[in-house]
């Protein structure tokens, strides 16, 4: 495929416009906030507790007069490592179980396809939280977590995917033109199962980031010197019934974060299958008859 | 390029789906294998490529000029397909990738057999889409398989099979999910190319009538083993075993309500 015409049909969509956009934003953010944040997010002043949004802050200050705005900025950076480290993990393990789990020896794969679905039957908070109870919250636990939670998800998915495309007839016209299983492999059956690839990838990315909330509003997640949604919206929640105005900053992020992912898998998926995309470069059948005018339905 | 089938027997979970089939396919010769659904045909094929399903046995000898294929080491039948042995499938709709422009798919056996560049193989693959009467190949090389019809598909199949000018061709019904119309148009293609690179021919299919156009010889299946043989015309004309008289009904019945 084309890589121009792929980054087209992706902005083309308003769900892809929307998730590239403000994943940009971010990721941009996540890169800025090493070097420079407009207040220190942990510098407490009481006399500047819960001011309301002015210029100085754009979302005002909290209980102990911290800058809502500099600390939401600052948590971009925890957000995106802990959403692509995710990502990683459950992309090795989940296309590593997969291709164990369907194109090995029949023993390995069943075996494989036991082990799969034992895991998947544990819900990845869970895992979480046990992994948080055992060795202490961090970004890692989360990071492993969510990796195993949503890389045997994937691995359940793209597993059955591949035994699909491996009974296909155009793999066994590729195996017929000579190919081998490893080039099968690449060439024919991972172009085939990447969209739904690509929807549970960004769907274990969405989970992440709603994870990593999660378990430190908790109190399992981030540390507490590191600048987290979660962490942030744990501290404000304490004050809903006073100050709720300013809860909606970090829930917002968290809302529009995770929402970005799902949509962006979703235009990915829908953008790189040529069969979905909905315009059409012109087909050159001469024996298809000229449209009669006035019957278009 | 000669095919010598003999007594080829293939074992699926203890069931003979093909039972001691011996076929010749002299070189430069269109040979027939025709039978109804179920009688072993496509097996035959696969057994030649040595692409047959997970748990299928085969017994016997299949010999390409003399070399044996039967239990040739997957290496060297790797080399072989695609390359000496090229193979169109029935239905055109499911043996393209629909994910990869077909001018790709037409320059894959270019590509993985000899080191081309990408560049090469997509001129080789326009080279080969005019030769088949692809409209534009220019362009068409660059469409997906959905964007293409039924009988363009059939033609990128074809040429596909042939870019390596392979000695033997195998074709496995390749006309039966296409129109009538059509058919004859992607007949005629067959017989022209197969033809002019004096290629040897094994035509599968359980229809008479288009085989009578393509080939000279043919052996009649039923329940793996050949219960007749011999040219086409006399098997059209003069069919003695059951089976082959109702696979001539069968033709009539069709062509007379085609027609």
């Excluded at chain 1, 492999?185 to 990593?212: C, D, G, K, W, Y």
């Amino acid at each position: 495929m084309r890589r121009g015409s792929f980054a087209r049909e992706l902005l083309r969509r308003p769900q892809g416009a929307f998730g590239v956009g403000w994943l940009a934003l971010v990721v941009v953010a996540a890169v800025v906030s090493r070097f420079w944040i407009p207040l220190d997010p942990f510098d407490t002043d009481p006399y500047s507790a819960w001011l309301t949004p002015s210029l100085a802050h754009p979302f005002g200050t909290d209980s102990v007069g911290r800058d809502i705005f500099s600390y939401v900025f600052a948590a971009t950076g925890t957000t995106v490592v802990v959403a692509v480290a995710s990502g990683v993990v459950a992309t090795v393990v989940g296309v590593g179980l997969a291709a164990l789990g369907s194109l090995t020896a029949r023993w390995v794969r069943e075996s494989v396809a036991v082990l799969i679905d034992v895991l998947v039957a544990f819900p990845t908070l869970l895992i979480a939280m046990a992994l948080a109870a055992a060795f202490g919250g961090s970004l890692t636990v989360v990071v492993v977590a969510v990796g195993i939670g949503y890389g045997v998800t994937i691995a359940r998915v793209s597993r059955s995917e591949i035994r699909q495309v491996a009974r296909t007839d155009y793999v066994l016209a590729a195996r017929a033109d000579g190919l081998g299983t490893a080039s099968v492999l690449r060439r024919h059956v991972l172009p085939n199962i990447a969209p739904v690839f690509v929807v549970q990838l960004s769907l274990s990315m969405a989970t992440s980031v709603l994870a990593e909330a999660g378990l430190s509003f908790l109190g399992y997640g981030a540390p507490a010197d590191t600048a987290s949604w979660g962490r942030l919206l744990s501290d404000l929640q304490k004050f809903i019934g006073v100050h709720p105005g300013s809860v909606v900053w970090p829930g917002l992020a968290i809302t529009l974060t995770v929402l970005a992912l799902n949509l962006l898998g979703d235009a990915v998926r829908d953008a790189s299958d040529p069969r979905l995309r909905t315009t059409r470069r012109p087909t050159t059948d001469t024996h298809r008859l000229p449209t009669t005018p006035g019957v278009v339905s | 390029m000669s095919l010598v089938i003999d007594d080829l027997t293939v074992t699926i979970a203890g069931r003979r789906v093909v039972d001691g089939l011996s076929l010749e396919v002299p070189d430069g010769a269109r040979v027939g294998l025709i039978g109804e659904s179920g009688s072993g045909k496509s097996m035959t094929t696969l057994a030649v490529l040595g692409l047959l399903p997970d748990g299928a046995q085969a017994t016997g000898s299949i010999r390409l000029d003399g070399h044996e294929l039967l239990g040739a080491p997957e290496r060297e039948l790797a080399d072989l397909r695609g390359r000496v042995v090229g193979t169109v499938f029935q239905d055109p709709r499911t043996a393209l990738d629909p994910v990869v422009p077909v001018g790709r798919q037409i320059a894959e056996p270019v590509r993985l057999h000899a080191r081309v560049s990408r560049r090469d193989a997509r001129v080789r693959a326009v080279a080969a889409a005019a030769e088949v009467g692809l409209p534009d190949p220019e362009t068409i090389v660059d469409l997906y398989p959905h964007q293409l019809s039924g009988g363009q598909r059939q033609r990128v199949g074809i040429a596909m099979a042939l870019i390596n000018r392979p000695g033997l061709v195998l074709a496995d019904e390749p006309t039966t999910a296409l129109d009538v119309t059509t058919q004859a148009e992607v007949l005629a293609l067959f017989q022209r190319l197969v033809d002019e690179q004096r290629t040897s021919l094994l035509f599968v299919t359980h229809d008479l009538a288009v085989l009578a156009r393509i080939a000279d010889h043919a052996a009649v299946l039923a329940h793996g083993r050949v219960v007749e043989r011999g040219p086409v015309e006399q098997l059209l004309h003069r069919p003695e075993h059951a089976v082959t008289r109702g696979l001539v009904e069968a033709t009539r019945a069709t062509t007379w309500r085609a027609s």
